[in-house]
């Protein structure tokens, strides 16, 4: 049994609070809120609320805790609680700054911490039924991803459209390319509610091995748009994560009708509690490790860059 603690129960705190509650394995110890109170009754057997981050630092049982409060806290809370010897779950963004995600990554190393990036969408079933589709089959090599994360709304006092939405688009890209360092990002937008801060923009990113991503993000557009494109060498595959959900396999010049895939029925959320809590008890590193954590916050600062200067940005080290 792994004993967590749960650092934020707002919009997307609530979320994990649920899932936490039917998860087999895990035992919810403690859950953490800066003011708004959570009443016991809407807490599981055995957990307890508190307002002090000191309670859960120095609890022993304590083994691992997650971070879902917003961007700007993520390092400081993530550092204190890797000191205090807990494996931590950080949201996305991992951290507000590149800087804070490789202190993060080596603090863990140093230390023999689990330290894992909420990258839900490496642990969506329709992502793995395009990467099984996709395993081995040169048809399918990856050359190009077009993914379009669009809707009204989504606004955050602490992060752009880039920061809330495309960061989803750029850690799945990275994966999907097989984890191969990006070399240049650029980025266009548009801020159009807020003068301060970008509502739609788009994103294209290369990568060492020759695979290019390009997403669009918005979130003015009426309707809502989930959909990623994996251009593979003579076929393709469209992962619809909308409210029409499905995979379907394409040739690449219209010559076949598209062929459903199978997806697997599960949550994404609890399948990423489920490997936070089984990476606490192997040990293992996760998927979506510090590291990748990393590279996903220094490609979104290269975004931000590209954005104020109109620039491509060089991610060449
Ligand atoms: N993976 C996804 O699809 C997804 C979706 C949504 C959000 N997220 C991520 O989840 C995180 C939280 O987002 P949210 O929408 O749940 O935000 P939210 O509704 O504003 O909730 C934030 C929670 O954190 C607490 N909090 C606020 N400021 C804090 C601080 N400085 N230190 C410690 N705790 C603080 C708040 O407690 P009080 O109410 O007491 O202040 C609140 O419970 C963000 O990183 C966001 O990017 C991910």
Redesign the pocket.
Known sequence: MVNLAL???????AKYLATLTGLADCRLRWVY????VIAASALPPGARFTTRLADILSDDAVQGAIV???????FE?ARALLQAGKDVLV???FTATAAQAAALRDLAAERGRICMA?H?LLYNPAVDAALAAMQGEADFALRYIHSRRASTGAFRAD?DVVW?LAS?DLYLAHFLAGGAAAVSVNAHGAALVDPGQVDAADVAVRYANGVQALIHVSRVQPGKTRETLLVGARRQIVVDDGPEKSVTAHALDGSHEPLALPVAESMPLANQCRHFVDRIGDRQAPLSDAAAGWENVRQLEAATRALQTGQEQSLMQ
């Not at 650092?7 to 705190?13: A, E, V």
């Open positions: 650092i934020g129960c707002g919009y997307w705190g809120n800066r003011r708004t879902a409060t917003p961007l700007a806290s993520h809370i949201e996305k963004p909420g839900i992060a809330n989803h």
